[in-house]
């Protein structure tokens, strides 16, 4: 059963039939970036909290009636979401926080929460009869697009910008895609593949552009709520480039609220680095999106221009969240902080919310006595180059046993 209505354009407020529209607003062009809109009343007849108590599917999949997608495939898909909410004992006694999750959204298939989109699109391109999916990235939709293609045996040709860590880059090949590295930025990867896109007619799984992708991404929301048994935290902190994943978060959330299933959408903290900061300069100054430079670590995040502003600026607006934005430094420290006291290893842009939860806590923009969820949205081990900038390197130790305590004990373990 397909609960879908329409698809409302988040520029001129038109709403479209199931089947009039393609990708992004006829009228508006590739800035009216749809979103899709759900038959709540039928909806909430079907998704009770009964219908989740019993449901034994522990994947994203388990929320298809609110994807939008034909169920026909799901069972040959690789398994992306429910990924565990860690409660924290140590991160939160540090911070001095009541309360705190981690999404560890690092562990799905391809490591990213990209997955949840790839997986979306990868079944939507199989419904559509797309001989090829296509879609540019700075590497974790890219990575997870090659990974959910290749599972399902669909061909996939991918475009990235030159600076794609190592370990993305290698995923995408071993996972057979046609790999284009772009010699330029993820705006030149962007506007390459959008080209050949067009004129190869492929699926185009770019992010922004394609309405379902957010519809994979909501799912991260609809866990979080789900694992706190409907009572999701006061606050939920997430990195932004494009916006999309942002965007993601607040629909899942806002949909639950409308289907009377949680009491309130939690308050989003959007976090970007300073090295590539457009949604923070555009809501100091309150002026629209400027480009910026992409220069920063967080490789997944550093978009200059962000391709879903309307989806992140609601997500903000409408929830009543802040926007931040924290130095590559501190993001290091946050990687390193996350390792240490909870075992959790996040890539840059991954641990990007965990910087700006300090940040915003050292701003009493969020309070100690509220409760929060940061969510982990790439694995470490994607990008151990930049992870390294985040460790102290051991030394070379001869195979001396006094040599060793000397050691042990400058480490204090003995
Ligand atoms: C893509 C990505 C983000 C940000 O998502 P957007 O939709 O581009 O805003 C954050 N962290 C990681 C690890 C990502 O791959
Ligand atoms: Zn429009």
Not at 366 to 371: C, G, L, M, R, Y
Request: a neutral charge; one cysteine or more.
């Amino acid at each position: 059963m397909n609960y879908i209505t329409g698809y409302r354009c988040t520029v001129c407020g038109k709403i479209f039939k199931p089947g009039e529209v393609e990708l992004t607003c006829p009228i508006c062009g590739e800035k009216g970036i749809l979103d899709v809109e759900y038959d709540y009343e039928a909806l909430k007849k079907v998704l009770t909290k009964e219908y989740f108590a019993k449901n034994t599917n522990y994947s994203m999949w388990r929320y298809a009636p609110l994807m939008g997608i034909k169920e026909d495939h799901i069972d040959e898909m690789l398994r992306i979401g429910w990924t565990p909410l860690v409660k924290s004992h140590n991160l939160a006694k540090e911070l001095g926080l009541k309360e705190l999750y981690i999404k560890d959204d690092g562990l799905n298939p391809s490591g990213s929460s990209k997955d949840r989109a790839s997986g979306v699109a990868v079944l939507k391109a199989i419904e559509a009869g797309a001989k090829v999916i296509s879609c540019s990235s700075t590497g974790n939709a890219a990575s997870s697009c090659a990974c959910h293609a290749a599972h399902m045996g669909l061909p996939a040709v991918i475009f990235v910008p030159k600076r794609a860590p190592i370990g993305k880059l290698t995923q995408i090949s071993l996972y057979g895609a046609t790999l284009v590295v772009v010699d330029g930025d993820y705006k030149a990867a962007f506007k390459l593949s959008k080209e050949a896109i067009n004129r190869h007619h492929w699926y185009n799984r770019n992010a922004a552009i394609n309405p379902f992708m957010v519809e994979g991404k909501k799912t991260v929301s609809l866990e979080i709520a789900e694992q706190l048994k409907f009572k999701p935290t006061d606050w939920v902190v997430a990195s932004v480039g494009d916006g999309c994943t942002i965007g993601g978060v607040y629909k899942g959330f806002d949909e639950l609220h409308k289907l009377g299933l949680i009491d309130r959408v939690p308050r989003i903290l959007g976090v970007q680095s300073t090295g590539c900061e457009p949604f923070v300069v555009a809501s100091r100054n309150n002026e629209p999106l400027k480009e910026c430079e992409e220069n920063t670590i967080a490789d997944s995040i550093a978009v200059g221009i962000p391709r879903n502003p309307l989806k992140a600026l609601r997500a903000v607006s409408k929830s009543n969240g802040r926007w931040i934005s924290v130095s590559d430094e501190k993001i290091l420290e946050a990687m390193g902080e996350l390792g240490r006291k909870e075992g959790i290893f996040g890539e840059p842009a991954g641990v990007t919310c965990l910087a700006g939860l300090k940040e915003a806590l050292n701003q009493g923009i969020i309070q100690k006595d509220e409760s929060v969820t940061i969510i982990i949205t790439g694995n470490g081990l994607k990008d151990p180059a930049n992870a390294q900038k985040a460790i102290e390197k051991p030394p070379l130790m001869e195979a001396d046993i006094n040599k060793l305590d000397i050691y042990l004990k400058e480490k204090g373990v003995i």
